[in-house]
């Protein structure tokens, strides 16, 4: 894509190093864990078992979760760009980035789904009659302002 397009971009809180710490030693047990059964197994000569290799797609699935949920409370961040025609949002996670959603700019709405503690605050969607686009990070009503004018702006 161009440089030049409009980005808005809005950054996930970062976690405790606690919290971060506690996902490093989940992910690591949920590494060796596999390892150590097959090197078990290996050691006292029970053969090949098809239970070896269910453990480790089911403990590296959910490492690789594990890994997101990491990246995500250490880098993560919604960037939205804004094209002359369409919008488009994804969620990058520094080491890779999800899929991206896009919107066309046709009859869209623009708006805050409120939060029930923080009335100044909430999750910001963008929708029109096929597609909606919805943020799991909470931003305020000025932030919202900031979004539509650069929508606006690039129309």
């Known amino acids: 894509m161009e440089n030049n397009i409009p980005k808005f971009t809005l950054n996930a809180d970062k976690t405790s190093f606690t919290w971060r710490a506690v996902l490093i030693i989940v992910l690591l047990i949920s590494i060796f864990i596999p390892i150590t059964a097959t090197v078990y197994m290996i050691e006292h000569m029970e053969g090949f078992k098809l239970g070896i290799l269910f453990s480790y797609v089911i403990f590296w699935s959910s490492g690789f979760y594990i890994v997101r949920l990491f990246l995500w409370n250490t880098y993560g961040k919604e960037i939205i760009e ?26 869209f709405q623009i708006g805050i789904i409120k939060n029930k503690i923080n009335p100044n605050a909430g999750k910001l969607y963008i929708k029109n009659d096929k597609n909606l686009i919805e943020s799991t990070i ?15 702006l690039s129309a």
């Not at 804004?82 to 009859?107: C, G, P, Q």
């Not at 909470?138 to 004018?149: A, D």
Request: charged share 30%; no cysteine.
């Open 82 to 107: 804004i094209n002359n025609d369409s919008i488009h949002y994804y969620v990058d996670y520094k080491l890779f980035k999800e899929s991206a959603k896009s919107i066309k700019k046709n009859n």
């Open 138 to 152: 909470e931003i305020t009503n000025e932030q919202l302002n900031e979004v539509e004018k650069m929508i606006l």
